[in-house]
């Protein structure tokens, strides 16, 4: 099957209200994907979070406007601290800036071809422990917020406050009321680079993943450093 894409980049100045004195320029990242048939359109924005249920909001009406199904959305916070949280974002614009940025990339798709480099740091660049979620959730990563109970790390109590933020406060899980243990070896370790390519092999982008955490920029005066 024949691989299309196409990468934009979106200035989200005007989809939220202005908070700090002073913050780095707040962008999302479009990357595309287009098959035969399919498509796929990964959107990475520099915002704190969004609600689950404002994600899939923001997928149903963006789709509907692109005539293609919400799944063909996936949409994606870097949790950047010196940018915007939900109550400081207007919805309706982000939605317009996501319909503009995958019609851009309709436009301007090039065959591609990927490579993938993956590093083993070893732990010596972040601190963070991932542990797989119950009932097909995925993977709830920590950074600080947990207990010490038995001489192990238990983010029981921040995973339930987040998973109540993200799903609304009604949410409730069984499994949670028991200490939910975060060893050693659970660290996410891996530094992976995705690359793309055009036919005549110059770049067309590429995507890091890392998975870190920006805690200083949130302790900053001025918000002056980026995450």
Same mark, same amino acid.
């Given at each position: 099957?024949?691989?299309?894409?196409?990468?934009?980049? !979106?200035?989200?100045?005007? =989809? @939220? =209200?202005?908070? +700090?004195?002073?913050?780095?320029?707040?962008?999302?990242?479009?990357?595309? @994907?287009?098959?035969? !048939? &399919?498509?796929?359109?990964?959107?990475?924005?520099?915002?704190?979070? $969004?609600?689950?249920?404002?994600?899939?909001?923001?997928?149903?009406?963006?789709?509907?406007?692109?005539?293609?199904?919400?799944?063909?959305?996936? $949409?994606?916070?870097?949790? #950047?601290?010196?940018?915007?949280?939900?109550?400081?974002?207007?919805?309706?614009?982000?939605?317009?800036?996501?319909?503009?940025?995958?019609?851009?990339?309709?436009?301007?798709?090039?065959?591609?071809?990927?490579?993938?480099? =993956? &590093?083993?740091?070893?732990?010596?660049? %972040?601190?963070?422990?991932?542990?797989?979620?119950?009932?097909?959730?995925?993977?709830?990563?920590?950074?600080?917020?947990?207990?010490?109970?038995?001489? !192990?790390?238990?983010?029981?109590?921040?995973?339930?406050?987040?998973?109540? #933020? +993200?799903?609304?406060?009604?949410?409730?899980?069984?499994? $949670? !009321? %028991?200490?939910?243990?975060?060893?050693? #070896?659970?660290?996410?370790? @891996? $530094?992976?680079?995705? @690359?793309?390519?055009?036919?005549? #092999?110059?770049?067309?982008? =590429?995507?890091?993943?890392?998975?870190?955490?920006?805690?200083?920029?949130?302790?900053?005066?001025?918000?002056?450093?980026?995450?």
């Amino acid at each position: 099957m024949s691989i299309k894409m196409a990468i934009t980049t !979106k200035d989200l100045k005007g =989809s @939220f =209200s202005e908070k +700090w004195l002073y913050h780095d320029s707040i962008e999302m990242v479009i990357v595309s @994907f287009f098959g035969d !048939k &399919v498509q796929t359109h990964l959107l990475m924005c520099d915002l704190v979070h $969004l609600r689950f249920s404002t994600v899939n909001e923001i997928r149903a009406k963006a789709s509907r406007q692109l005539n293609i199904l919400d799944s063909d959305i996936i $949409l994606h916070c870097t949790h #950047d601290h010196t940018g915007p949280s939900e109550p400081e974002m207007n919805i309706g614009v982000l939605i317009e800036k996501i319909v503009e940025g995958v019609q851009e990339n309709k436009k301007k798709q090039v065959e591609a071809k990927m490579a993938l480099v =993956s &590093v083993e740091t070893k732990g010596e660049l %972040n601190i963070n422990r991932r542990k797989i979620m119950p009932h097909g959730m995925g993977k709830f990563t920590v950074w600080t917020g947990c207990e010490e109970k038995e001489g !192990k790390f238990d983010g029981s109590r921040i995973a339930i406050r987040r998973l109540k #933020d +993200w799903m609304g406060e009604e949410f409730e899980l069984n499994e $949670l !009321k %028991n200490p939910l243990f975060y060893d050693e #070896d659970e660290r996410d370790t @891996f $530094l992976q680079a995705v @690359f793309f390519k055009n036919k005549n #092999d110059h770049i067309i982008g =590429s995507i890091v993943r890392f998975c870190g955490h920006p805690a200083v920029a949130a302790h900053t005066t001025n918000r002056k450093y980026s995450a």
